[in-house]
Nanobody
Framework: QVQLVESGGGLVQAGGSLRLSCAAS????????MGWYRQPPGKAREFIAI??????TDYADSVKGRFTISRDNVNMVYLQMNSLKPEDTAVYYC????????WGQGTQVTVSA
């Protein structure tokens, strides 16, 4: 059973930075892709960033140039978030796709104005 555990969320002022981490059970090379999603208060979960096994990465327009997804080629995936805005406030989820799709439990990010 695949397990994903996020960490690194918290409260930060607008313009600040946070780095989210996602620890996956087993090697991340077994996953076709790993990514990050978020769910703002009262809204649906939305795509943020993805990293494919090929090395290709993609981002939502709302975070391009501010967020960066990276991996350590073992079992960790990171999301570096810079120039944070209040509208980035959300629960952030790690996602992994293998033969099935897996989700972490989420970590809260709150950006104050």
């Amino acid at each position: 059973q695949v397990q994903l555990v996020e960490s690194g969320g918290g409260l930060v002022q607008a313009g600040g930075s946070l780095r989210l981490s996602c620890a996956a059970s087993g090697s991340i090379f077994s996953f076709n892709s790993m990514g990050w999603y978020r769910q703002p208060p009262g809204k649906a979960r939305e795509f943020i960033a993805i990293s494919f096994r090929s090395g290709f990465t993609d981002y939502a327009d709302s975070v391009k140039g501010r967020f960066t997804i990276s991996r350590d080629n073992v079992n960790m995936v990171y999301l570096q978030m810079n120039s944070l805005k209040p509208e980035d406030t959300a629960v952030y989820y790690c996602n992994a796709v293998q033969t099935a799709t897996y989700w972490g439990q989420g970590t809260q990010v709150t950006v104050s104005a």
